[in-house]
């Protein structure tokens, strides 16, 4: 008994050295990490979490010694009754049993069919029950998940929650277009050469606005033309956003920063520059110095 007795202490102590190592390296591992990233964490944090990880590792280390140590009671207590006559069965045995129900040997004469091959011989064994009650739970799941999702509606469907993450991801683009929107300057304008939306919308804009000065086709009238390659106040989106906003006084073009939205200043810059090498009818004559841009000016480099 003293020789069981120390062998299943040896089997706990193992265990518990074992898993006390396996908390240690998982410590020592989040201590580099912390370390590593020591904007992230602070002291007070990292050493909390330290404590925690000890504190765990010593209940754990308690509960598998008291575990063992009842294993070895329970263990001592079932060869007493050995003794004594009484059949035991350890909780391994039984559950096994309860699950399994297999036929005894002694039994299967019960239960042999008449087919032989080769000596072989048929059993009529029933499905286990562990069997039956795993088929048993997915007949249960099917009716809980068709009523939970498909009659009732509690959960929503993979789909429905598709949808859903699509409306508010929108709703969200949408809200940070209308934020960005009102914070375009000609310090970060875009040339929204590929955004047929914008370029559609800014055409109208111009229409609206621009081409009493500057004509439908941008040829130029009062103003000047707009699809040559001569600007009198710089022909980058930048200039041209920058132009539209505050106007020319001097020349008299009005500031459209209180008529026109940021955003529609963009598009209608945007259109303008689209434009460039049209060469409409009847178009005013160049105005202004040569603007080449940056583009076209490191492809010419390359050529040359």
Same mark, same amino acid.
């Given at each position: 008994?003293?020789?069981?007795l120390?062998?299943? %202490?040896t $089997?706990?102590?193992?265990?518990?050295?074992?898993?006390?190592?396996? =908390?240690l390296?998982?410590?020592?591992? /989040?201590?580099q990490?912390a370390?590593?990233?020591?904007?992230?964490? @602070? @002291?007070? $944090?990292?050493?909390?979490?330290?404590?925690?990880?000890?504190?765990?590792?010593?209940?754990?280390?308690?509960?598998? *010694?008291?575990?063992?140590?009842?294993?070895?009671?329970?263990?001592?207590?079932?060869?007493e009754?050995?003794?004594?006559?009484?059949?035991?069965?350890?909780?391994?045995d039984?559950?096994? #049993?309860?699950?399994?129900?297999?036929?005894?040997?002694?039994?299967?004469?019960?239960?042999l069919?008449?087919?032989?091959y #080769?000596?072989?011989?048929?059993? +009529?064994?029933?499905l286990?029950?562990?069997?039956? &009650?795993?088929?048993y739970?997915?007949i249960?799941?099917?009716? $809980? &998940?068709l009523?939970?999702?498909?009659?009732v509606?509690?959960?929503?469907?993979?789909q429905?929650? &598709?949808?859903?993450?699509?409306? %508010?991801?929108?709703?969200?683009?949408?809200?940070?277009?209308?934020?960005? *929107?009102?914070?375009?300057?000609?310090?970060?304008?875009?040339?929204?050469k #590929?955004?047929?939306?914008?370029?559609?919308?800014?055409?109208?804009? /111009?229409?609206?606005? =621009?081409?009493?000065?500057?004509?439908?086709?941008?040829?130029g009238?009062?103003g000047?033309?707009l699809? +040559?390659e001569?600007?009198?106040? !710089?022909? #980058?989106?930048? +200039?041209?956003?920058?132009?539209?906003?505050? !106007?020319i006084?001097?020349?008299?073009?009005?500031?459209?920063?209180?008529?026109?939205?940021?955003d529609?200043?963009?598009?209608?810059?945007?259109?303008?520059? %689209?434009?460039?090498?049209s060469?409409p009818?009847?178009?005013?004559?160049?105005?202004?110095?040569?603007y080449?841009?940056?583009?076209k000016? +490191?492809?010419?480099?390359?050529?040359g």
């Amino acid at each position: 008994m003293k020789l069981k007795l120390n062998k299943f %202490t040896t $089997i706990g102590k193992i265990g518990s050295c074992v898993l006390a190592m396996v =908390c240690l390296l998982q410590v020592s591992a /989040f201590a580099q990490n912390a370390s590593a990233k020591p904007a992230q964490m @602070n @002291n007070e $944090i990292f050493w909390m979490l330290v404590l925690m990880g000890m504190v765990l590792m010593i209940a754990v280390l308690v509960l598998i *010694s008291t575990l063992s140590a009842l294993f070895v009671v329970r263990k001592l207590y079932m060869q007493e009754l050995e003794k004594k006559g009484i059949k035991t069965m350890t909780l391994w045995d039984q559950l096994m #049993d309860s699950l399994n129900r297999i036929t005894p040997l002694e039994q299967e004469k019960n239960i042999l069919l008449d087919h032989n091959y #080769d000596g072989i011989k048929e059993l +009529d064994n029933h499905l286990p029950p562990w069997w039956v &009650y795993l088929f048993y739970g997915t007949i249960a799941f099917a009716v $809980i &998940y068709l009523f939970t999702y498909h009659i009732v509606g509690i959960v929503p469907t993979p789909q429905q929650e &598709y949808q859903a993450a699509v409306e %508010t991801a929108s709703m969200e683009i949408a809200e940070y277009k209308k934020l960005m *929107s009102a914070n375009i300057d000609e310090t970060n304008v875009t040339f929204l050469k #590929d955004d047929k939306n914008a370029l559609a919308t800014g055409a109208k804009s /111009f229409e609206a606005n =621009c081409a009493a000065c500057h004509g439908k086709n941008l040829e130029g009238g009062t103003g000047p033309n707009l699809t +040559d390659e001569y600007w009198l106040h !710089g022909g #980058d989106v930048k +200039d041209v956003f920058k132009t539209i906003k505050y !106007g020319i006084p001097a020349k008299g073009m009005i500031a459209w920063e209180k008529k026109l939205k940021p955003d529609e200043i963009q598009n209608i810059s945007s259109f303008i520059l %689209t434009k460039q090498g049209s060469k409409p009818a009847n178009a005013k004559e160049p105005q202004g110095e040569k603007y080449v841009s940056k583009e076209k000016n +490191d492809n010419s480099q390359k050529e040359g």
